[in-house]
């Protein structure tokens, strides 16, 4: 029997591995499943035995992207097993392995030494590849972007994303450019993030819209209410809340009847955070509640193929009370203990932790604990600074505003300067 053959919905304790986002283990039991060794796997990866075993044993953590993308068509595992995004189901045929891996290579590199105009002519054999290589290319961006300046990625992305969009013209039909729609959805969607991380909200604004477009294309409804959500907490970042919470209903329809925990979890975090913003609390702590009630539900529900590479785990629901505490001008204890706190400060993407410093920044000021406030705030200002984040040095300037006394202390001064020697 193939891997192809396989039914991966027998197997439960697989789905429960991915359940809790532990896709090393789903690898390992897949591997187990198809009697395939550990140097095999490796071997057909073209990776170290060692990697493989890194990979089966990194439990909930972060992971390479194409590592195990590759693992999972070697072994005819679901992408959505495995955290990744799938195909729509549309009855086309499985991703043939071989081809994958000589793609997903090639893919890698083709945005930084390929003219889009050199980009091959899709065929239909090529097609599911040709999806899968560029989708990991895109997730691998992602992950960058934890720790690596926008402006650093922003010129490969939009190569790559131009790649992309050269394929699809190249594409035979009209069903292999539907196939390819999503591809396109989230390279843009990418590229809407890092010009809002750069502070360049026009930019930002019309990615997302290209985003949507494309989404729209592909006909895949959670897709579409991915890029929809988006769009929704560009907006209630950015001072437009009223805005967001349309968005947000509009993507709540897309998704109809059945709305998968993790998507009801990401949509009510957004719509509470836009309520904070506008500063209705009581509409905030709906959503709140809403998010956490889906949020418990995820590791129960069925894997997903949504769009989004993070988990929605307990430092995101930690996350969103910290940011809604924030923007209501709410001191910390209000919802939040210490341990809550650290939680929310654990994550490994660089970025978000700085943004989330400063919400805890803003906590203490509403206490008027201004050493406390300042100090965190002036440790995310650096690394706004290191990071050269549009998004982390204005959300510290705004948070500067918000203490206006007329004859501020020396430690206040301190920050103040060092706001003003930024130029970027």
């Avoid at 050199?118 to 691998?140: H, K």
């Avoid at 919802?335 to 978000?352: F, G, I, M, P, Y």
Wanted: charged share 20%; glycine share 6%.
């Amino acid at each position: 029997m193939g891997t192809q053959d396989i039914d991966w919905a027998a197997y439960g304790d697989i789905k429960d591995a991915a359940r809790a986002g532990d896709f090393g283990q789903v690898v390992y039991r897949a591997r187990k499943v198809t009697g395939v060794s550990q140097t095999q796997l490796a071997k057909d990866c073209g990776v170290s035995q060692a990697a493989i075993s890194r990979l089966e044993n990194r439990g909930t953590g972060d992971y390479n992207m194409t590592i195990l993308a590759t693992a999972a068509t070697e072994l005819g595992l679901p992408f959505e097993l495995v955290g990744l995004a799938n195909q729509p189901s549309n009855g086309t045929p499985s991703v043939e392995r071989r081809e994958f891996m000589g793609l997903a290579a090639g893919a890698a590199v083709l945005p930084l030494a390929y003219s889009p105009a050199t980009a091959p002519v899709s065929s239909p054999e090529s097609e599911n590849s040709q999806a899968a290589s560029l989708r990991v290319v895109t997730a691998s961006y992602r992950r960058l972007d934890a720790s690596t300046a926008s402006r650093d990625l922003s010129k490969v992305s939009q190569g790559h994303l131009e790649l992309i969009r050269t394929v699809i013209r190249n594409a035979p039909d009209d069903t292999y450019r539907t196939r390819l729609a999503p591809v396109a959805s989230e390279a843009a969607s990418f590229a809407a993030w890092l010009a809002w991380d750069m502070g360049n909200h026009g930019s930002a604004r019309g990615w997302y819209g290209s985003a949507v477009k494309a989404a729209q294309s592909s006909h895949d409804p959670l897709l579409l209410a991915y890029q929809v959500g988006s769009l929704a907490s560009f907006e209630a970042d950015t001072g437009n809340p009223h805005a967001a919470i349309r968005l947000i209903h509009q993507a709540r329809h897309h998704l109809g009847s059945h709305v998968p925990p993790l998507a009801g979890a990401w949509l009510a975090s957004i719509e509470a955070t836009a309520h904070a913003a506008s500063q209705d609390r009581r509409a905030c702590e709906k959503a709140l509640k809403a998010c956490a009630q889906h949020a418990a539900q995820i590791p129960d529900a069925e894997p997903v193929a949504w769009p989004w590479i993070f988990a929605f785990d307990e430092r995101k629901l930690v996350a969103c009370y910290l940011t809604c505490t924030a923007r209501l001008g709410q001191p910390l204890h209000t919802r939040l203990s210490e341990q809550n706190v650290e939680t929310a400060l654990s994550s490994a993407h660089d970025k978000q932790r700085a943004l989330l410093t400063l919400d805890v920044a803003l906590g203490y000021l509403a206490t008027n604990e201004l050493d406390k406030a300042f100090d965190l705030a002036s440790r995310a200002l650096t690394e706004g600074v290191r990071l050269q984040s549009g998004k982390i040095v204005e959300r510290a300037r705004a948070f500067r505003r918000s203490y206006n006394v007329a004859a501020p202390p020396a430690r206040v001064r301190q920050f103040d300067s060092q706001l003003q020697a930024i130029y970027m």
